[in-house]
């Protein structure tokens, strides 16, 4: 590679290469035309021979002499026409190019094809110019940069030096500042002391109160609990009663029965009462032998009609127990739906009460731990409050020495911001007359 790449450098990147080249490659075929003009004369004296035409006006080496001629014409018009093309245009832009840049104007550029000599110059003499270019943006650039920092510094240093000259006059204020500060912290913390014994009560009332919200959590649990237990136990008595009573209603149907039955008795007391009749009727017209028959039916009737008395007896007693059955079985069935209507929703609302004891007992539970938290959080940031204070007093004090040495200290700074202040209306100054030059330049 290295031997092509010389071998490209002496003749294809050549300017001498590209001139010599056509006058070499001219003389070989000027040669080459002297040999076949000499040929054609050649050729020609033998016809003219033939002819009998005289041929001394043909002697001699008329082909070196034209291509003599030829190939010295042809150099000169290769030579002048290669040069005009590869020198002298190109040499004539890099001179309008060098005066462009000698006046500024750097927004030209250098198109030249090849890599020969001229053109590596016209490509070096780019590259300047772009280097140029990127300078003088940057330059342009860190000017205007330079300008505004030194403004801004300029600005900042004097505000500074103004700040600075009324921090100095008014340290003697800071040191009674830090004094009265002092004082302050002093006070704030004995009322820090207050607040720690405050929160220790607080502290201590709400475990009370945890305690508290426990036990009336635990209460009404306990209190839903013998509610259900109970709503359970009065619906199974309600269903136990209701039972019986359905029982003793049907056994009160006896006393129908029993009426049945002393209706059926009295029938039959009536009639027994019409054979006694009929009996004493047939023992008065038997006379004397009838007496005994007429004892007997005598008997009968009187049997027949306390029968009777008796029966109305069991009839009016039969109604009263009837009657009797039916107020129990009423009164019976009104305790029962007053169990069922009343007392149930008694209960269930006993059991929704203390289940809403529950949740008022979880709630006033919650927020207890809640505050317990944020008191033991609140003596916490207390204490660092404390430390904090008592930081701020030593602070203080320490404050209070220095304000003397930061009193001179602060005299001194303001007499090297005054320098400081001197030298950036220098650099303002000085970016400025920077600018100035740079605007010469044509990008």
Known sequence: MKIIDTLNKW?????????????????????NIGKFVNFILDTGKEVIAKAGIQKEFMEGNIGLYVSSVFSTLISVLIVVFMYDRLVLRRLQSVARFTDKLGAGD????????????????????NTGSTSIKKLVVEIDSASNSIHQSSSAMLDATRNSTASIARIQSKSHILAQDATSLLNDTQRAKLSLLKITRSNDELLHKVKA?????????????????????????????????Q?????????GRIVDEIYVISASIKEISSQTNILALNASIEAARAGQQGKGFQVVAERVKKLSSESAEAISHIDEMVVQVKDAFLKLGKS??????????????????????????????????????????STEL????????????????????????????????????????HKVTDSMEGQAEMSVQLRESIKRFNL
């Open 11 to 31: 003749t294809l990147e050549s300017i001498k290469f590209k001139l010599i080249f056509p006058i070499v490659l001219v003389q070989i075929l000027g040669t």
């Open 106 to 125: 750097l927004s030209s550029e250098l198109h030249f094809k090849g890599n020969d000599d001229i053109s590596k110059l016209g490509k070096s003499l």
């Open 209 to 241: 109160s945890l305690e508290t919200s426990s036990a009336i959590k635990t209460r009404a649990t306990q209190m839903e609990v013998e509610a259900v237990h109970s709503l359970e136990k009065a619906i199974r008595t309600y269903e136990e009663k």
């Open 243 to 251: 039972q019986n009573l359905r029982n003793a209603i049907e056994a």
């Open 332 to 373: 019976s069935q009104d305790i029962l739906d007053y169990m069922n209507n009343e007392v149930k929703a008694d209960y269930k609302l006993l059991i929704q009460t203390g289940q809403q004891y529950q949740r008022d007992a979880q709630v006033i539970l919650t927020l207890s731990e809640e505050v317990h938290t």
């Open 378 to 417: 609140m003596g916490y940031a207390v204490a660092d409050i404390e430390d904090v204070i008592v930081g701020v007093s030593e602070s203080s004090s320490r404050a209070a020495g220095y304000t003397s040495e930061m009193k001179e200290s602060l005299g001194e700074m303001n007499e090297a911001m």
